[in-house]
Protein backbone atom coordinates (compact mmCIF):
# COMPACT_ATOMS: atom_id res chain seq x y z
CA UNK A 1 0.00 0.00 0.00
CA UNK A 2 1.19 3.49 -0.81
CA UNK A 3 2.00 5.91 1.79
CA UNK A 4 3.07 9.14 0.59
CA UNK A 5 7.14 10.24 2.50
CA UNK A 6 5.20 12.90 4.59
CA UNK A 7 3.58 10.33 6.46
CA UNK A 8 6.35 8.93 8.30
CA UNK A 9 6.85 12.39 9.81
CA UNK A 10 3.11 12.83 10.50
CA UNK A 11 3.41 9.20 12.85
CA UNK A 12 6.75 10.73 14.43
CA UNK A 13 4.74 13.59 15.54
CA UNK A 14 1.31 11.91 16.68
CA UNK A 15 1.91 13.77 20.25
CA UNK A 16 1.31 16.75 18.15
CA UNK A 17 4.51 18.56 19.72
CA UNK A 18 5.77 20.88 17.00
CA UNK A 19 7.81 22.89 19.91
CA UNK A 20 11.24 21.97 17.74
CA UNK A 21 10.06 22.72 14.13
CA UNK A 22 11.94 26.07 13.73
CA UNK A 23 13.84 28.03 11.10
CA UNK A 24 16.26 30.89 10.75
CA UNK A 25 15.35 33.40 7.81
CA UNK A 26 18.04 35.96 6.41
CA UNK A 27 17.06 36.03 2.63
CA UNK A 28 16.80 40.08 3.05
CA UNK A 29 16.03 42.96 4.95
CA UNK A 30 13.05 45.82 5.19
CA UNK A 31 14.24 49.01 5.03
CA UNK A 32 11.98 52.53 5.47
CA UNK A 33 13.59 53.68 1.92
CA UNK A 34 11.57 50.77 0.43
CA UNK A 35 8.08 52.66 1.28
CA UNK A 36 9.10 55.92 0.34
CA UNK A 37 7.34 56.03 -2.96
CA UNK A 38 4.24 54.02 -1.27
CA UNK A 39 2.74 50.56 -0.39
CA UNK A 40 2.00 49.96 -3.97
CA UNK A 41 5.81 49.87 -5.58
CA UNK A 42 6.79 48.16 -2.60
CA UNK A 43 4.02 45.59 -3.40
CA UNK A 44 3.91 45.42 -7.13
CA UNK A 45 7.82 44.56 -6.56
CA UNK A 46 7.51 41.74 -4.55
CA UNK A 47 4.68 40.54 -6.56
CA UNK A 48 7.36 40.61 -9.51
CA UNK A 49 9.56 38.23 -7.42
CA UNK A 50 6.97 35.97 -6.11
CA UNK A 51 5.86 35.14 -9.93
CA UNK A 52 9.07 34.13 -10.69
CA UNK A 53 10.13 32.09 -7.62
CA UNK A 54 9.12 28.30 -8.48
CA UNK A 55 8.03 27.07 -5.21
CA UNK A 56 5.40 29.18 -4.79
CA UNK A 57 2.62 27.92 -7.27
CA UNK A 58 0.14 30.72 -7.09
CA UNK A 59 1.87 34.19 -6.17
CA UNK A 60 -1.85 35.79 -5.93
CA UNK A 61 -3.31 33.93 -3.38
CA UNK A 62 -3.67 35.64 -0.18
CA UNK A 63 -5.85 34.56 3.03
CA UNK A 64 -9.23 36.72 3.60
CA UNK A 65 -10.65 37.06 7.36
CA UNK A 66 -14.52 38.19 7.85
CA UNK A 67 -16.66 38.31 10.62
CA UNK A 68 -20.06 37.03 10.87
CA UNK A 69 -23.19 38.90 13.40
CA UNK A 70 -21.47 36.93 15.93
CA UNK A 71 -18.62 38.06 15.92
CA UNK A 72 -16.70 34.51 15.04
CA UNK A 73 -14.03 35.29 12.86
CA UNK A 74 -13.50 33.31 9.24
CA UNK A 75 -10.22 32.87 7.40
CA UNK A 76 -10.36 31.32 3.67
CA UNK A 77 -7.86 31.58 0.67
CA UNK A 78 -8.86 32.91 -2.76
CA UNK A 79 -6.82 34.74 -5.39
CA UNK A 80 -6.65 38.73 -6.31
CA UNK A 81 -7.15 39.43 -9.34
CA UNK A 82 -6.49 43.06 -9.31
CA UNK A 83 -4.55 45.06 -6.93
CA UNK A 84 -3.67 48.76 -7.68
CA UNK A 85 -3.67 52.32 -5.54
CA UNK A 86 -7.82 51.80 -4.73
CA UNK A 87 -7.19 48.38 -3.60
CA UNK A 88 -7.15 44.60 -4.05
CA UNK A 89 -10.10 42.53 -5.60
CA UNK A 90 -10.98 39.11 -5.97
CA UNK A 91 -14.46 37.11 -6.97
CA UNK A 92 -16.69 35.31 -5.38
CA UNK A 93 -20.52 34.16 -5.14
CA UNK A 94 -22.67 37.20 -3.54
CA UNK A 95 -24.47 33.80 -1.68
CA UNK A 96 -21.32 32.29 0.19
CA UNK A 97 -20.40 32.40 3.63
CA UNK A 98 -17.69 35.43 3.19
CA UNK A 99 -20.37 37.60 1.11
CA UNK A 100 -22.90 37.51 3.77
CA UNK A 101 -20.17 37.88 6.64
CA UNK A 102 -19.71 41.48 4.73
CA UNK A 103 -22.73 42.05 4.03
CA UNK A 104 -23.09 42.39 7.81
CA UNK A 105 -19.58 43.88 8.45
CA UNK A 106 -18.09 45.05 5.49
CA UNK A 107 -14.55 45.02 6.43
CA UNK A 108 -11.47 42.40 5.74
CA UNK A 109 -8.10 41.66 6.58
CA UNK A 110 -5.50 39.84 3.78
CA UNK A 111 -2.49 38.30 3.64
CA UNK A 112 -0.37 37.54 1.74
CA UNK A 113 1.92 35.48 2.28
CA UNK A 114 4.99 34.19 0.38
CA UNK A 115 6.89 31.87 2.56
CA UNK A 116 9.45 30.67 0.25
CA UNK A 117 10.74 34.44 -0.12
CA UNK A 118 10.45 34.83 4.06
CA UNK A 119 7.90 37.72 2.94
CA UNK A 120 4.55 38.51 4.07
CA UNK A 121 2.35 41.50 3.47
CA UNK A 122 -0.76 42.22 5.22
CA UNK A 123 -3.98 44.82 4.17
CA UNK A 124 -6.82 45.48 6.20
CA UNK A 125 -9.72 47.78 5.42
CA UNK A 126 -13.57 48.53 3.89
CA UNK A 127 -14.95 46.41 1.75
CA UNK A 128 -17.56 47.15 -1.55
CA UNK A 129 -19.15 45.48 -4.54
CA UNK A 130 -17.44 46.53 -7.60
CA UNK A 131 -19.42 47.74 -10.42
CA UNK A 132 -21.16 44.95 -12.15
CA UNK A 133 -19.87 46.31 -15.53
CA UNK A 134 -15.91 45.41 -14.52
CA UNK A 135 -17.22 41.96 -12.77
CA UNK A 136 -18.65 41.14 -16.33
CA UNK A 137 -15.39 41.81 -18.59
CA UNK A 138 -13.66 39.96 -15.63
CA UNK A 139 -16.31 36.91 -15.62
CA UNK A 140 -15.76 36.81 -19.49
CA UNK A 141 -12.03 36.34 -19.54
CA UNK A 142 -12.66 33.27 -17.27
CA UNK A 143 -12.16 29.55 -18.67
CA UNK A 144 -15.05 28.38 -20.01
CA UNK A 145 -15.51 25.76 -17.44
CA UNK A 146 -14.69 27.97 -14.86
CA UNK A 147 -17.90 30.24 -15.87
CA UNK A 148 -19.89 27.24 -15.94
CA UNK A 149 -18.92 26.18 -12.50
CA UNK A 150 -19.63 29.37 -11.70
CA UNK A 151 -23.29 28.79 -12.37
CA UNK A 152 -23.75 25.26 -11.06
CA UNK A 153 -21.71 25.72 -7.50
CA UNK A 154 -23.77 27.69 -5.05
CA UNK A 155 -20.89 27.98 -3.07
CA UNK A 156 -20.82 27.39 0.92
CA UNK A 157 -23.76 25.33 0.25
CA UNK A 158 -24.38 22.14 1.82
CA UNK A 159 -24.13 19.10 -0.71
CA UNK A 160 -25.91 15.43 -0.50
CA UNK A 161 -22.39 14.33 -2.58
CA UNK A 162 -20.40 14.59 -5.09
CA UNK A 163 -22.58 13.70 -8.05
CA UNK A 164 -24.97 16.41 -7.03
CA UNK A 165 -22.08 19.23 -7.70
CA UNK A 166 -21.70 17.14 -11.25
CA UNK A 167 -25.29 16.78 -12.03
CA UNK A 168 -25.10 20.76 -11.46
CA UNK A 169 -22.62 21.19 -14.07
CA UNK A 170 -23.67 18.70 -16.43
CA UNK A 171 -27.37 20.98 -16.48
CA UNK A 172 -25.44 24.43 -16.88
CA UNK A 173 -23.35 22.93 -20.23
CA UNK A 174 -26.80 21.81 -21.30
CA UNK A 175 -28.30 25.42 -20.43
CA UNK A 176 -25.49 27.56 -22.61
CA UNK A 177 -24.38 24.62 -25.31
CA UNK A 178 -23.37 26.39 -28.39
CA UNK A 179 -23.35 30.03 -26.70
CA UNK A 180 -21.27 32.36 -24.23
CA UNK A 181 -21.93 32.28 -21.01
CA UNK A 182 -23.32 35.16 -18.98
CA UNK A 183 -22.14 36.75 -15.40
CA UNK A 184 -24.01 35.10 -13.12
CA UNK A 185 -26.84 37.43 -10.91
CA UNK A 186 -25.23 36.16 -7.85
CA UNK A 187 -21.39 35.91 -8.83
CA UNK A 188 -19.20 39.53 -8.89
CA UNK A 189 -16.17 40.88 -6.62
CA UNK A 190 -15.78 43.07 -4.13
CA UNK A 191 -12.50 45.60 -3.79
CA UNK A 192 -10.82 45.81 -0.14
CA UNK A 193 -9.57 49.65 0.07
CA UNK A 194 -6.45 49.60 2.45
CA UNK A 195 -6.32 51.31 5.50
CA UNK A 196 -3.68 49.77 7.17
CA UNK A 197 -0.92 47.83 5.17
CA UNK A 198 2.14 45.75 6.51
CA UNK A 199 5.33 44.69 4.91
CA UNK A 200 7.23 41.83 7.05
CA UNK A 201 10.44 40.61 5.81
CA UNK A 202 12.14 37.36 7.80
CA UNK A 203 15.47 38.62 9.73
CA UNK A 204 17.74 36.34 11.85
CA UNK A 205 17.08 35.63 15.62
CA UNK A 206 13.62 36.59 14.63
CA UNK A 207 14.38 39.91 14.85
CA UNK A 208 12.36 40.34 12.01
CA UNK A 209 11.36 43.61 10.02
CA UNK A 210 7.84 44.82 10.43
CA UNK A 211 6.72 48.53 8.17
CA UNK A 212 3.47 49.42 8.94
CA UNK A 213 1.54 51.92 6.84
CA UNK A 214 -1.99 53.95 8.14
CA UNK A 215 -3.62 55.78 5.60
CA UNK A 216 -4.82 58.96 6.64
CA UNK A 217 -7.19 60.71 3.75
CA UNK A 218 -4.86 60.44 0.72
CA UNK A 219 -1.52 60.79 3.29
CA UNK A 220 0.66 57.42 4.27
CA UNK A 221 1.79 57.89 7.92
CA UNK A 222 4.28 54.98 8.28
CA UNK A 223 6.27 53.38 11.19
CA UNK A 224 8.58 50.32 11.92
CA UNK A 225 6.94 47.58 14.39
CA UNK A 226 8.54 45.32 16.99
CA UNK A 227 8.79 41.76 15.66
Given at each position: ??????LD????????D???????Y?????D????A??????????????????????????Q???????????V?????????E???????????????????????A??????????Q?????????????????????????????????????E??D??????????????????????P????????????????????????????G?????????R????
Amino acid sequence: MYAPRWLDRVVADASGDLSDRRRNYGQGRLDEDDVAEGWLALFHAWYADAERERGLIEANSMQVATVDAAGHPSVRTVLAKHVDEDGVVFYTNYDSAKAHDLAGAPMAALVFAWVPLERQVRISGPVERVDADISAAYFATRPRASQIAAWASHQSAELRDRAELESAVAAVERQFKGREVPLPPDWGGYRVTPELVEFWAGRPDRLHDRLQGRRDGTVWHWRRLAP
